[in-house]
Each structure stands twice: as C-alpha cells, then as structure tokens.
C-alpha cells in the first residue's frame, strides 16, 4: 500500500506504518495523481479528515486544481470531493468505498450503550433528525443539537465538536441530544460522519445525555472504547435505519443491539 499524505492535515507517525509514504501539501493535486502513477495506484481509498473551511485557506491550489475550482458550481463537499474523484477516474484511479477496510467500525441499527434514549431524548432524537436530514440534504453540515424539540445548534464548516461547544454556550446548562446525519444517497467514498472519543468527550462536558446516528452509514472510532466511554459518561447512544420515517417516534428496543 502507497500513502498520499496531506501535509497540513496528516499525522507525522504515518511514517511508522509504511515505508511508500508522500507527503503532499493539499494543493498539489497533479503531483498527488503523479505519485499515484509511479506506484501503480489503480484504487486509491480517502481516510481521515480535511476541515471543510481548507475552502478558503490561504492554501495555494496547482493549475489543474485551480481549474478543477474554477468549474465547480458550488464549492460544498460533495461538488468539490465529487469532482477530484472524477479526476482520479479520467486517470485511472477508481476511488473506493472509504470503509471498506472498517466495516467493524460502522454499526447496525440498534442501542450500543447499556442505556437506551429516555423517553425525553426519543422525542428529540425524532425531531433531530427530522432537521439534520435537510440540512445534509443540502449538504450544509451533519449534526444538529436539540433540547426540548428546539433547535440549538446547526453545523456548517466547523465540525462536530465545535456545533456542541456553541450548543452548550446557547442552552445555558439545558440537557442535549445530538443527531449526526447521513446525506440522502450518502457517497460512501467521502464525507461519512465520524464520531470519535474527543467528541463523546466535548458531548459529556456540554452536556449531552443522548447520540443518535445512521446505521451502516457512520463510523465509530476507536468503537469499544468509545462506547465504554459513553456508558461512563451517561450517554446513551443508539444507531437509526437512514429509511428512520422523519417526525416518527424512536421506539426504546434493543433489538438489533450491536454493542461492538
């Protein structure tokens, strides 16, 4: 395996883990594509994280990137990812599914933690949902954070992390719910929702009692541990079939418990 690594996202210790490493700035789609080529790159798999505000960077994008930019009709995840996979494809590179590797990762429809939503949080949870699919829909963010079937917060650019910290702010010590989204027709080749164990740590110290998510289209890292983390924290977390009807009620049933 060959690893394309973005110098201002990926972590040094890569280089641990492999000896056919590149280190790219995230500008430089020609000399990614390039590298690919001398190593005989036929599918490539995208992993980890570019913040989506990279956008507006003082990052410097090559030619053909910058043409890539120029051409697109909107600059949001799916027109921008979209349009490099194409790229990739008109050079031979078929770009995969980004879990193929993690499917233990990506939980079914079920209750993970030991707890199960309350009452109060199903209710919210519905809702949640209800708003988080039409923001994703529009590819705007992922999460959005309720309490009381209100509202608190909505993400844009700033991550999932961040949409919490300002939630928190807003509630004033209110108990939340957060609902991370799936896109209608999710591309499983980027921009899955991730949860990881810094945001079940953000979530407990902003005070969140539930997490609802897609099931097999969401990526638990760190799974066990994030679940143990949550049952230490209180947090109850339950995966949702994206076919979930918007306004239902969630039903508090551990069937299909899938507790990794």
Request: net charge neutral; glycine share 8%.
């Amino acid at each position: 395996m060959a690893v394309i690594a973005l110098k201002e996202e990926a972590s040094e210790e890569l280089g641990k883990f492999t000896s056919r490493i590149h280190w790219v700035s995230l500008g430089e789609l020609s000399k990614a594509i390039e590298l690919m080529h001398q190593e005989g790159v036929t599918r490539a798999v995208m992993a980890g994280q570019v913040k989506h505000n990279k956008i507006f960077s003082s990052i410097r994008p090559d030619r053909k990137l910058a043409k890539l930019l120029f051409l697109l009709p909107r600059k949001n995840t799916d027109a921008l990812i979209g349009a490099v996979a194409r790229v990739l494809g008109d050079e031979g590179i078929e770009l995969v599914d980004s879990t193929l590797f993690l499917k233990p990762l990506v939980p079914e429809a079920g209750v993970l933690t030991r707890r199960a939503p309350d009452e109060r949080e199903k209710v919210d949870i519905a809702y949640g949902f209800s708003v988080a699919r039409n923001i994703a829909s529009m590819d705007i963010g992922q999460t959005v954070v309720i309490s009381d079937r209100a509202c608190v917060a909505v993400e844009a650019m700033e991550g999932t992390d961040e949409t919490v910290a300002r939630a928190s702010r807003i509630a004033g010590g209110k108990p939340l719910v957060v609902v991370k989204a799936s896109k209608p027709g999710q591309d499983m080749r980027f921009d899955v929702p991730v949860i990881g164990l810094p945001s079940i740590e953000q979530m407990s110290s902003a005070g969140v009692t539930a997490l609802a998510v897609d099931a097999g289209r969401t990526l638990l890292f760190d799974r066990a541990k994030l679940i143990a983390l949550a049952d230490e924290k209180g947090i109850a977390i339950q995966a949702f079939s994206p076919s979930f009807p918007l306004g239902a009620e969630p039903k508090a049933t551990n069937k299909g418990m899938n507790r990794g």
